[in-house]
């Protein structure tokens, strides 16, 4: 079961002079169980890629398949297929459309031909999977709501399909550290148990670093660097430079203590592994 992405092409207003080749000559496939993240400097093609993975944008060239069927196909496959991928758009206000909160959420489940009672547990479920209190929240319009609030309920409708497939991209704009943990936390629970796929597009060094397993680096449009996640940040650091990407914090002021000297060992690229690495080469305990 994955998302084989075909060696797709992809460009904006052809043949105007606004033309701009977004994506060239892609091909990946995303397998589910996965957690990748899709790094890469601004405008690089992040989410050209990931708009092309449910069928929103058509590529110019090549072809996308879920789980074997042609996204772009017309006909119930190709539709159900599309369904599989689930997306929380870069803008949330993007996606909301619903008079209140309840129906945002509500309609996904509902189109999908589920029974009343089943969309209404559905719906209290992702709005708490959110941390949107219902009786706060459930009645009001979607768009008289917080940046962050918007980014929930948008999290919260794609959540309640329950796809194979999950993009988020950039789930934490726009949200403070405390729901950015939590949705973080609910997020790898349902990851594990639902053994989904997830593909996360961050600017966030550190979120990659925590919770991805295998990196997709993209610059120009083309997938540059797809490789294990901690191979790719300690390997591939001169690369990541010239493509203007960044490696978490952690992983630089380790190489900065081991230059002067405190030797560190392993792969450290998160900040609990920072701290378990120093506290074994000065020998602390209870670490
Ligand atoms: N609707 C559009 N019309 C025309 N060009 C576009 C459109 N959307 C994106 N582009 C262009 O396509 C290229 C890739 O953009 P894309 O939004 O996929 O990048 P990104 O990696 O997601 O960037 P960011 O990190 O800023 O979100 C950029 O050059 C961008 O200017
Ligand atoms: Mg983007």
């Known amino acids: 079961m994955s998302i084989d992405v075909k060696n797709i092409s992809y460009t904006y207003m052809a043949k105007t002079p606004f033309e701009c080749q977004a994506l060239d000559q892609v091909s990946v496939t995303i397998n589910k169980g996965e957690f990748v993240a899709i790094i890469g400097h601004t405008g690089s093609g992040k989410s050209t890629l990931a708009e092309h993975l449910n069928g929103l944008l058509h590529p110019t060239t090549g072809a996308v ?8 196909g017309k006909g119930a496959d190709a539709k159900k297929a599309r369904h599989q991928v689930g997306m929380v758009f870069q803008y949330p206000e993007h996606q909301l459309f619903a008079e209140t909160v309840y129906e945002d ?3 996904g489940p509902r ?10 547990a559905a719906v209290r479920s992702a709005m708490e999977f959110v941390n949107l209190d ?10 008289a709501l917080s940046g962050g609030q918007m980014r929930r309920v948008a999290i919260a409708g794609v959540v309640a399909m329950e796809p194979d497939y999950l993009i988020m991209d950039e789930p934490s704009a726009g949200l403070d550290p405390r729901s950015r943990n939590m949705i973080f936390a609910q997020l790898m629970t349902i990851f594990k ?4 796929a997830v593909i996360l597009i961050t600017h966030s060094m550190e979120e990659a670093a925590l919770y991805a397993d295998r990196l997709l680096v993209m610059s120009g449009g083309k997938l540059c660097i797809d490789g294990k996640t901690s ?12 493509l203007a990407v960044d490696v978490p914090e952690s992983f ?35 670490c």
């Open 65 to 72: 398949y879920v789980d074997g069927i042609d996204v772009n």
């Open 193 to 196: 148990k639902r053994k989904m």
């Open 231 to 242: 191979d790719v940040f300690i390997n591939d650091e001169k690369t990541l430079e010239k």
């Open 252 to 286: 630089k002021l380790a190489e900065e203590l081991q230059q002067q000297g405190l030797p560190l060992k392993g792969a450290i690229l998160t900040e609990a592994q920072l701290v378990k690495a120093i506290a074994k080469a000065k020998g602390w305990s209870g």
């Open 111 to 120: 189109n999908s031909g589920k029974d009343p009672d089943t969309v209404d």
């Open 105 to 107: 959420i509500a309609f």
């Open 134 to 143: 219902f009786a706060t929240f459930a009645q009001r319009s979607p768009f």
